[in-house]
């Protein structure tokens, strides 16, 4: 079992990045890691789609949470994380079935959100597997998803969704005292860890409003048409774990939490689908590497003890449908990735040199700190704006725009309006709070302006009531860097 858990844990480590410079995603990654780091109140100073610990899913080098990142995240917590997801493929019967799905959670196919839905629904089953285990034990996969819960908003209404269907079974199968237990301790954990990382149990509610309001608006605001033939893999992908969960939920219920993890199986299919194909831009394979292994996680469920006919033909049906799904998610991201044909080969060339390079610099967090240092160093000769540095000096500053990473680089005090990215403000009341931090009181001395957007929209449509504000209130006073 231990060098399994290593494959999975290697597997999915994400190694520290280079600091942000003027590129878009490190930048929102960066200002996280800084946000959490200077006790920015998420909710309330923050507003986005991850949570205080959405800095470590992808980490460009930040020295204050170096350890945390490198040890505790990558080490300590993937490591637990890993454990789950074996410990429920050794529950799985037969060879063919337990070894495509270690196939599919070793072999990364789906990045950060497919893996996160994998341990979340690892979790789950393996607390209905043996609902009666102490309280402490069960804690431990709690923990893990209070820990994502913190991530990112959608692992949070997944982790929750989850526990609420085991809750609901339980209810009915164990009475009121066994069905509150595994939320409320989650919950307890949850808060306290929302409290550890320096946040304010004031601030949950607002966390979660905004997030919701944020999500509302994503598909209008930030949606990308997928190539036909991927989005038409993607919706037979979709259907078919809704089918393999549709067998088990006609078997024989008895007193088996089966049907809550049924439920759960389609709640994170339907997640990864939106994740992948909302918005495709490099984002499809979520709805394949989430495809080819969480369906497995029923068979750990199925009775074997059940000699009829029926329940023969409904495990059969069940067995080659998971295997035919995972095949059908393999070519479906060989699709996505646009090379279908060397599917395989890439897979495991791939898989083999980024998890023994991610692996050896794991196990030297030294080295591994030289090495990004080194490129910080350059990177901040690269995007250096030495006369606004020196303009600027101790006051603060925002950004609007979506590089973030100039200020962090630039060594800046970093004052930032509640979206902090441009593109983000795309509901009325994100453009609302953006216009007037910069109308009020808390504004910052400063506000650095770059002309840009994404996804080729007109500049001037992200952010338009704050930009309101700069024109009427503010003046140019000095201009660097193009």
Request: proline share 5%.
């Amino acid at each position: 079992m231990l060098v399994l858990v290593l494959l999975v844990w290697s597997s999915h480590l994400a190694p520290l990045m280079e600091r942000a410079g003027g590129e878009l995603d490190p930048s929102w990654q960066q200002s996280l890691g800084r946000a959490l780091r200077e006790g920015l109140r998420f909710g309330h100073d923050v507003l986005f789609t991850y949570g205080p610990l959405g800095y470590f899913l992808q980490s460009p080098h930040d020295p204050g949470l170096f350890w945390t990142k490198v040890l505790v995240f990558e080490g300590v917590f993937k490591l637990i994380a890993a454990w789950f997801v074996v410990a429920v493929a050794l529950r799985i019967p037969g060879v063919l079935e337990r070894s495509a799905f270690l196939f599919a959670a070793i072999v990364p196919m789906g990045g950060d959100d497919a893996w996160a839905f994998l341990v979340i629904t690892c979790v789950a089953a393996w607390i209905a597997i043996d609902p009666e285990r102490p309280v402490l034990r069960e804690a431990i996969g709690l923990a893990v998803l209070a820990v994502l819960a913190l991530v990112k908003f959608t692992y949070f209404v997944y982790a929750g969704g989850a526990l609420v269907l085991l809750a609901l079974v339980a209810l009915r199968a164990r009475g009121l005292h066994r069905a509150l237990r595994t939320p409320a301790v989650y919950g307890v954990l949850v808060l306290a860890l929302w409290v550890g990382v320096g946040q304010s149990l004031l601030d949950v509610p607002a966390y979660v409003l905004t997030s919701l309001s944020i999500a509302g608006g994503y598909s209008e605001a930030m949606g990308q048409a997928a190539a036909p033939l991927t989005l038409e893999l993607g919706r037979m992908a979709l259907f078919a774990c809704f089918i393999v969960a549709a067998l088990t939920l006609a078997a024989p219920w008895r007193k088996s939490f089966a049907p809550a993890i049924a439920l759960t199986l389609i709640a994170g299919a339907f997640l990864a689908f939106k994740a992948g194909f909302v918005r495709q831009s490099g984002n499809a394979v979520t709805t394949f590497g989430f495809a080819a292994a969480a369906p497995f996680v029923l068979a750990a469920f199925e009775r074997h003890d059940d000699e009829r006919a029926l329940a023969r033909l409904r495990r059969g049906a069940g067995t080659v449908l998971r295997l035919a799904l995972c095949g059908l998610a393999v070519y479906g991201y060989g699709v996505a990735r646009e090379h279908p044909g060397q599917t395989f080969e890439r897979l495991f060339v791939e898989w083999s040199h980024e998890t023994s390079t991610r692996a050896a610099r794991a196990l030297d967090p030294l080295r591994q700190r030289a090495e990004v240092q080194e490129l910080d160093a350059s990177k901040a000769a690269s995007v250096a704006l030495p006369n606004i540095a020196q303009r600027v000096g101790l006051a603060q500053v925002d950004l609007i725009a979506n590089t973030q990473g100039l200020v962090h680089a630039n060594g800046l005090a970093w004052k930032p309006r509640p979206a902090f990215q441009s593109y983000v403000a795309y509901t009325p009341d994100l453009l609302r709070r953006n216009a007037e931090f910069l109308a009020g009181p808390d504004a910052p001395r400063y506000v650095l302006f770059q002309f840009e957007t994404i996804d080729q929209r007109l500049p001037n449509l992200d952010d338009t009531l704050a930009l309101q504000v700069l024109s009427r209130d503010w003046r140019p006073v000095i201009e660097e860097g193009g």
